[in-house]
């Protein structure tokens, strides 16, 4: 399946920009047209009032209705897919040879992380999606339809309540996503559903979210809950340590090409955007090899001096690297927020004394 990067369009620090595949791209543009434009540019725009509001109802779905759902796809899905392809990347950076079958979507909507994580995993053969609402099921299966992965347009589309998982079956997973779900949910059904998640979970658990104060606090409960069920941190931690972060919170960007619909629905000109997410991925098994830390925030710069914040195995640290050191200089410049450090810094990027991390 087509999922290009930009070559053109690259971010400062080298992290490439993705674009939706071209047969999802195409899929969706196909369901558009058959509706008038002012219509889902109506939605989106709705849409885009509710996401930004408070949503702390935790029972109506952001998107119902198959006009509703259309905003969405319009609006949202390409952000949410960059975030789901950026975690996705990660994640397999830490185990290549890792080459995952089956794949359950908890809360799938139309079905975003299926392409997405078959664009990154082409082993996947059997894919499962689990969702409530009829119109995103619909439209879900309309887009699987134009998909040049047979595991894509072959899915299976289960209509289910995450709120509700009292008989989930034996069956286990290679893959199993929660994306841009647990934050929809009540805290009791939000434990459930990641306690459900778990056990659904022959491989890799994957959680995704926005990338927000409040979204990564889910997360890192999340990530809590699990370790104590004796999950493997894969990815974003270098560790399995409790989240060492005080006063800040965790989140990475993810670059996408907006495709033109998306842009009309947005009244946006810019042809791109930097989708933020927070994100964990836990296992049944530890990564292949040790990392030492990862670049939580983008590298900042004057005329004195570079300066970075990296997770590592030993703790949040702030490092400093002097200009007139030219070579320590421009590596820290030049690092990629969210990039794998495999070792530590050079002695030339020290660490900030006295720096408590937070910002």
């Given amino acids: ?3 290009p990067i930009d070559q053109k369009l690259m971010v400062p620090q080298g992290q490439p920009m993705f674009t ?23 939605e989106a725009q709705g849409l885009s009032e509710r996401y930004r509001a408070p949503h702390a109802d935790h029972v109506r779905s952001l998107a119902s209705g198959a006009d509703q759902m259309l905003g969405y796809v319009a609006l949202i899905l390409p952000a949410t897919y960059a975030q789901l392809r950026g975690a996705l990347a990660a994640t397999a950076a830490r185990i290549p040879r890792w080459a995952p079958m089956t794949m359950l979507d908890m809360g799938s909507g139309p079905g975003t992380a299926l392409w997405a994580a078959t664009a990154q995993w082409p082993t996947l053969r059997s894919l499962t999606a689990w969702e409530l609402e009829p119109a995103a099921i619909a ?18 589309w289960e209509r289910a309540d995450l709120r509700r998982l009292d008989a989930i079956g034996e ?33 890799l658990l994957l959680i995704v979210e926005p990338g927000t104060p409040d979204a990564f606090a889910i997360v890192r409960a999340a990530r809590d809950e699990l370790l104590a069920g004796g999950a493997h941190t894969i990815a974003p931690c270098a560790h ?70 990296v997770s590592t195995i030993a703790g949040v640290v702030r490092y ?32 900030v004394k006295g720096d408590d991390t937070a910002d």
């Fill in 1 to 3: 399946m087509d999922d």
């Fill in 20 to 42: 939706l595949p071209v047969d999802l791209r195409e899929a969706i543009a196909r369901s558009l047209a058959a509706a008038p434009r002012a219509r889902w540019i109506r």
């Fill in 139 to 156: 439209l879900g299966r309309a887009l699987a339809r134009g998909s040049s992965a047979a595991a894509v347009r072959d899915a299976r």
């Fill in 171 to 203: 069956r286990r997973y290679d893959l199993v996503i929660l994306g841009h779900v647990l934050n929809e949910l009540a805290p009791n059904a939000r434990l459930d559903a990641i306690a459900a998640a778990w056990r659904l979970t022959g491989g």
């Fill in 240 to 309: 399995d340590l409790p989240c060492p972060l005080e006063r800040d919170w965790c989140h990475f960007p993810q670059r996408l090409k907006r495709p033109d619909f998306q842009r009309r629905a947005r009244g946006a000109p810019s042809e791109w955007e930097d989708a933020k997410f927070s994100y964990a991925a836990l296992a049944r098994f530890p990564p292949e090899s040790p990392i030492w830390g990862r670049v939580i925030r983008e590298p900042a710069s004057n005329k004195a001096y570079a300066e970075v914040k």
């Fill in 320 to 351: 400093r690297a002097l200009k007139r050191y030219r070579d320590a200089f421009r590596q820290l410049k030049r690092m990629a927020w969210g990039a794998a450090l495999a070792t530590p810094l050079p002695e030339s990027i020290a660490p």
